[in-house]
């Protein structure tokens, strides 16, 4: 049986197809298309998933959506009466688009695959919890979701036992701690649905003078549930995330968007809404096991790629376990939505912990050598033994590297296969990646990737991390890694075991057996404002556009030094930097 689980029209499109309760394929619309968190109906993702199933969209068993689109219709269209005229230019703007896609599902897989098979439609945070729960492993698990807003709920706790799935409360709209996170995003400089990530990286820079002053925002209970005051905020009523009064109380004007000065201020401002996140969510953790009295967490929505709040949940919240879903944020409501059909609906048996990360894209030697070659690119093909020997020199001689191998992974995160990787040692490592690979703002961190087998030894954390979704401390008594160690001593830690990935262990492990530390920076190959590279002529052009100073892609290293001459805008020039 084929399941085709599909998320759009909001931000990050994603496709995932299940084939009798296993994922074949899952992956993001931005991959392909190249556009950063594009959210339009996932022409290409579909064709991809399908491609890799060898199947045709005749042969899809089901259709399934990952929210209730008339739901969300009337909370929009409420919305907006109510705020009228207000609201106005949100009327106008959003309620064309939103019948032309949201309500045409059939009619446009119809249109492009020739589907007329059953379109479902399952409930935007059941599909985050169905995400987290059915890909955790465990049989019985509290399942917590935060993110901005489904059709009315912004967070939402239940119990998952075998194949049941159940909601038990929520949190509705106004009401969103994802809504009031991006409004700090947006205060600070940065994007909203794009950037929250940059105001956590920015966080540990600030102290939290600010906290009281955000209290007058939002109310808070003593089991989570939450209630803000919306006299601070208009992104319920107009095209803003909110308004003069909001900042009166922070006593400055919002920064210049993606410009102006990062003064103290906004640090302070920054560490301050990830302090209050940190409580909210812990005590939503903490209410949630109490209410159903079981202790492992699972998690999902935009909120649970928040890996400091979840490190401190771990630590504080009194759970015994925490899976976080890798894809967490919307794309990964397809995944959701589709194990929801196979095991709640239809009561099939339940898989195993998801069985493996990488679900994209991959791309066979033929396939990457014909590009190279169509790019007149200089490359040496190496055996495995000798390529992991030789990358390993390579970092350990401090140089950047691109790795690009096998499948792409499913969610946000590079996990070792569209990486850049480096020395976590060398104390200028983080400064050269930030600014010359990069092109980003240099208070970003870098996440470690570790042999999962040495990762208490190295970090203050006792259990496996395969999706870089926790932030540790650094343990104090081993040696300086400051290219991963952020500035109050943390780390987002990736854990790699052989099962999960064997040509990665194997390389991390070579670094290793050569240098004594089995920690290496991975970051995501890509630049600045443009998705991971997909395909190997992407992983080319990125490796051409930076300084980076090597690129291992399949079997074949190729040393920037050895590359001809070719005519492409660097992402420095694009970017206007030195």
Known sequence: ?????????????????????????????????????????????????????????????????????????????????ENFPRSYRQFVDSMPRYIATRL????????????????????????????????????????????GVGEWATASWGVGRGTDLELLGEVRFPHSLGMLYSAFTYYCGFKVNSAE???????????????????????????????LDMRYFDYDRGQRMFNEKFEALMGQPRRPLEGGELTQHYKDVARSIQELTNEVMVK?????????????????????????????????????DLFVQPAAGDAGGAMGAAYLLWNQLLKKP?????PSVYLGPGYTEEEIRDTLDRQGAVYRRLDREELLERVAELIDTAHVIGFYQGRLEWGPRALGHRSIIGDARHPEMRRIINMKIKFRE?????????????????????????????????????PELPAITHVDGSARIQTVNREQDPLYYDLINTFYKRTGCPVIINTSMNVRGEPIVNTPEDAWRCFMRTNMDCLVAGPYLLMKEDQPKVELKSAAEEFGLD
């Open 197 to 227: 990530y940059k105001l956590m990286g920015l966080a540990p820079y600030g102290e939290p003078t600010m906290v009281e002053p955000i209290r007058q925002m939002i109310e808070v209970a003593d089991d989570g549930s939450f209630r």
């Open 442 to 478: 240099g208070f970003r961190p870098f996440a470690p990737s570790v042999l999962e087998e040495k990762c208490a030894e190295w970090f203050e954390l006792d259990r496996p991390s395969p999706y870089m979704l926790l932030v540790a401390q650094v343990k104090k008594d081993k």
């Open 1 to 81: 049986m084929n399941i085709l689980g599909l998320s759009c029209f909001y931000h990050d499109a994603g496709v995932a197809l299940l084939r009798d309760g296993l994922p074949v394929a899952a992956s993001s619309e931005e991959l392909f298309s190249r556009k950063k968190h594009d959210s339009d109906f996932p022409v290409n993702t579909i064709r991809y998933v399908l491609r890799e199933g060898g199947i045709t969209a005749q042969q899809l068993d089901g259709v399934i959506f990952y929210d209730k689109p008339l739901m969300k219709f009337d909370r929009l269209l409420r919305y907006q009466v």
């Open 350 to 354: 339940r898989a195993p912990r998801l």
């Open 284 to 320: 939503l953790a903490r209410s949630a096991i109490e209410k159903t009295g079981v202790k492992r967490l699972c998690m999902a929505g935009g909120v649970a790629l928040n890996c400091v709040a979840n490190g401190v949940i771990l630590r504080e919240a009194g759970v015994e």
């Open 104 to 147: 045409r599902l059939p009619k446009l897989l119809a249109e492009h695959f020739d589907y007329h098979g059953p379109v479902l439609y399952s409930e935007h945070h059941l599909s985050h919890a169905a995400s987290a729960f059915y890909c955790s492993g465990w049989d019985e698990a509290t399942v917590l979701t935060v993110d």
